[in-house]
């Protein structure tokens, strides 16, 4: 069984940065996508970045330039690096391993506060 952990989150100023963990209890392949979704109070979860073994990446628009998503396969931890947060990236944030594109195992989330 696949278990994500989240850590790193907080409150945080406008125009600050976080660093987001994620741990992945389980055997972990490299095949496996992992990433991270964020849900806003009153919104649905939506993608933020993810990435696979070989290092491609995905992003949604609103954190492109902003945030960066990257991976220790030896440690099966993803991480994410926020910078220049905005109000707007408040949300609680989700770690996902997700297997043959099928199966999604999901982290408890970390909230991520950020104040104007």
């Known amino acids: 069984q696949v278990q994500p952990v989240e850590s790193g989150g907080g409150l945080v100023q406008a125009g600050g940065s976080l660093r987001l963990s994620c741990a992945a209890s389980?055997?972990?392949?490299?095949?496996?996508?992992m990433g991270w979704y964020r849900q806003a109070p009153g919104k649905q979860r939506e993608l933020v970045a993810t990435?696979?073994?070989?290092?491609?990446?995905n992003y949604a628009d609103s954190v492109k330039g902003r945030f960066t998503v990257s991976r220790d396969n030896a440690k099966n931890t993803v991480y994410l690096q926020m910078n220049s947060l905005k109000p707007e990236d408040t949300a609680v944030y989700y770690c996902?391993?997700?297997?043959?594109?099928?199966?999604?195992?999901w982290g408890k989330g970390t909230l991520v506060t950020v104040s104007s």
């Open positions: 990435i696979i073994s070989g290092g491609t990446t």
């Open positions: 389980g055997r972990i392949f490299s095949t496996d996508v």
């Open positions: 996902l391993v997700r297997r043959a594109y099928a199966v999604n195992y």
